[in-house]
């Protein structure tokens, strides 16, 4: 199947594809393994770059999640969980990376938000989007990434970060209101006092 075709078949046509590469690398085949990775790096990378917000740590969180990956592979009973394991690995690295640079990265983003309050300049709407997005707690800005980019659901995000799904439904419900919050001057600053986990 071609890149082309797998494109116009749909998501159905495209599970069924990663299904039949991660059996076909649970056998050994290096090149449905080496297809996989093709496939999914991308994605893991763009989403490891929302998770940890610097290009450069994105790119080593998501080779150590391919370690990772080729590593328990073989132990993946339901070759239909791909994604929400791929997922899942990627939050487990990347909690230990949040954990070693949380507070330095929130005490940049309070110094820069201060001097950006002091100099307002116009800004365009996609560079506004990333600036407030840059703001949300990072368990936050990877639950709205992988719901709003990745098309997971509210089932599969709590899986992945281990969480209840209501959880979930809260982590995304608190980042809508406060990007919508830094988006519009207008409307008040959301009580940060909400879900912290």
Same mark, same amino acid.
């Given at each position: 199947?071609?890149?082309?075709?797998?494109?116009?078949?749909?998501?159905?046509?495209?599970?069924?594809?990663?299904?039949?590469?991660?059996?076909?690398?649970?056998q050994g085949d290096r090149r449905a393994l080496e297809r996989l990775f093709q496939r999914w790096n991308a994605r893991l990378?763009?989403?490891?770059?929302?998770?940890?917000?610097?290009?450069?740590?994105?790119?080593?969180?998501? =080779?150590?999640?391919?370690? #990772?990956? $080729?590593?328990?592979?073989?132990?993946?009973?339901? /070759? *239909?969980?791909?994604?929400?394991? +791929?997922?899942?690995?990627?939050?487990?690295?990347?909690?230990?990376?949040?954990?070693?640079?949380?507070? =330095?990265?929130?005490?940049? #983003?309070? $110094?820069?938000?201060?001097?950006?309050?002091?100099? /307002? *300049?116009?800004?365009?709407?996609? +560079?506004?989007?990333?600036?407030?997005?840059?703001?949300?707690?990072?368990?936050?800005?990877?639950?709205?990434?992988?719901?709003?980019?990745?098309? $997971?659901?509210?089932?599969?995000?709590?899986?992945?970060?281990?969480?209840?799904?209501?959880? +979930?439904?809260?982590?995304?419900?608190?980042?809508?209101?406060?990007?919508?919050?830094?988006?519009?001057?207008?409307?008040?600053?959301?009580?940060?006092?909400?879900?912290?986990?």
């Open positions: 199947m071609t890149n082309q075709a797998s494109k116009s078949s749909g998501p159905l046509a495209d599970q069924l594809y990663d299904e039949l590469l991660v059996v076909r690398s649970q990378t763009r989403t490891a770059r929302r998770y940890c917000g610097d290009a450069d740590a994105a790119t080593d969180l998501t =080779q150590e999640c391919w370690v #990772a990956i $080729l590593k328990g592979i073989g132990g993946l009973r339901d /070759p *239909a969980r791909f994604r929400s394991y +791929a997922f899942s690995v990627l939050h487990r690295r990347g909690a230990d990376y949040l954990r070693k640079t949380v507070r =330095q990265r929130e005490h940049l #983003a309070d $110094l820069s938000q201060t001097v950006q309050a002091s100099q /307002p *300049a116009p800004q365009s709407d996609s +560079a506004a989007i990333a600036q407030a997005f840059a703001t949300l707690p990072a368990d936050q800005r990877l639950a709205v990434h992988l719901y709003f980019v990745e098309g $997971l659901t509210l089932g599969e995000i709590a899986k992945v970060q281990s969480i209840p799904q209501g959880t +979930a439904k809260s982590r995304i419900f608190h980042a809508r209101q406060r990007l919508k919050a830094a988006l519009d001057p207008n409307q008040p600053d959301p009580d940060h006092k909400g879900e912290t986990s």
